[in-house]
């Protein structure tokens, strides 16, 4: 499971940008220094040396937790506790005692984020814990509250508690409201479609719709990107093929300026299953099966999984039950070699076997929603 959506930086006031910018110049270069050298050095320079206790080193390591995050994560989370080394000895006199708690909550909201991407859940939850802890040490203005909630429910959703996080995105769009943002208010309607839409696609498109009409797409072309393909799938999702297709075909620019790897294996995927609900189920299998090999080459397993049941039930739809048995039953071996939870290999079985015996009753609503929701908690499958 990936970040799709990319984070905003901590919000600042005018003097704030001012100061940044200046800081900013000395940050790039600061980090550009520390970079090539291993964390446990790159820690004992910065906490030794009163030079780097600056606010642009702050925001230009953040900035590079994010490009990290999803190629190297563990990278990220060293990256990211150097940010909190570097709030912690920023200078109260200067940026003010409750800016600077405002900016370690943030640093500490941010590690928060990186670890969920490491799959580090629970070092994910204490991180988040620690960030609503010194965020009440802070200014208190809503939009610190609600960039915290923002990076959360990416937590959440990966836990599985997509209605959770759909609640949360809901508080931190009335903070946001409150601050007068109307660019984060788009953009936390967005992730709220996000959330919830692999659930209840209905409920995300309205989410969407709303987004697209607040945000400055100018401002983030890669936000823009991913909520009309967030509204492509959905609105596939939600039986109107037709319509996902032309939102996809009014996108292919916006794909265009992404060429990054995932960025295109989404788009493929996005291909596939609305060629499925169009009826080119042959089309539709040959774009699953490419994709199978690609996703299974960069070892994104969860992906790979869900992929495989959208594959199985192409399969059926096109009349082969038999065959889809043989495809979910050759995943097992490798389901295995991942390590997943006991409960998530019996569904895994239990799939199997409803599709040798014919037992198809909602079969792929259930079994998706469950590797959905129990990825990462464990529970057991309702047969």
């Known amino acids: 499971m990936d970040d799709w959506h990319v984070e905003r930086e901590p919000p600042l006031d005018a003097d704030q940008e001012q100061r940044l910018a200046l800081e900013k110049l000395q940050g790039w270069g600061q980090w550009a220094a520390l970079e090539p050298l291993p964390p446990e050095v790159r820690f004992a320079v ?17 900035e590079a937790s994010r490009w990290y995050m999803r190629t190297e994560p563990a990278e990220a989370v060293d990256v990211v506790r150097l940010a909190i080394l570097v709030a912690e000895h920023l200078d109260p006199a200067v940026v003010g005692e409750k800016r600077v708690a405002d900016l370690r909550a943030a640093a500490w909201a941010a590690l928060g984020n990186v670890k969920r991407v490491a799959s580090d859940f629970e070092g994910s939850r204490r991180a988040f814990n620690e960030a609503w802890r010194i965020c009440e040490e802070g200014t208190g203005e809503p939009a610190e509250a609600a960039h915290i909630l923002s990076l959360e429910s990416g937590y959440m959703v990966d836990i599985g508690e997509f209605e959770t996080a759909e609640a949360a995105l809901e508080e931190a769009l009335e903070l946001y ?17 996000d959330a919830i839409g692999y659930v209840n696609p209905e409920r995300a498109l309205s989410h969407i719709q709303r987004g697209l009409a ?29 319509e996902a297709l032309a939102v996809l075909d009014r996108a292919r620019p916006l794909y265009r300026q992404f060429p990054d790897e995932w960025t295109q294996l989404r788009l493929h995927w996005l291909e596939g299953r609305i060629a499925r609900n169009l009826g080119e189920l042959d089309e539709a299998e040959d774009v699953y099966k490419r994709l199978w090999e690609e996703l299974q080459a960069r070892d994104l397993h969860h992906e790979l999984v869900l992929l495989s049941i959208d594959l199985a039930e192409l399969v059926v739809l096109k009349g082969e039950p038999a065959r889809a048995a043989e495809l979910v039953e050759q995943c097992y071996p490798m389901l295995q070699a991942w390590g997943l939870h006991s409960y ?10 409803s599709l040798v015996h014919r037992r198809l009753d909602s079969l792929f609503p259930r079994i998706r929603d469950y590797f959905r929701r129990h990825w990462v908690k464990p529970a057991a499958f309702e047969q």
């Open 46 to 62: 910065v906490e030794s040396d009163a030079r780097f206790h600056n606010w642009g080193l702050y925001v230009r390591l953040l």
């Open 177 to 193: 409201g409150r601050a007068g943002d109307k660019h984060q208010q788009g953009r936390t309607l967005l992730k709220m479609g």
């Open 214 to 242: 607040l945000i400055d797409p100018g401002k983030e072309p890669r936000l823009d990107l991913c909520a009309r393909h967030d509204l492509a799938w959905f609105l596939n999702d939600s039986g109107q093929a037709a």
């Open 344 to 353: 998530a290999l019996a569904a895994w079985l239990v799939f199997r076997d």
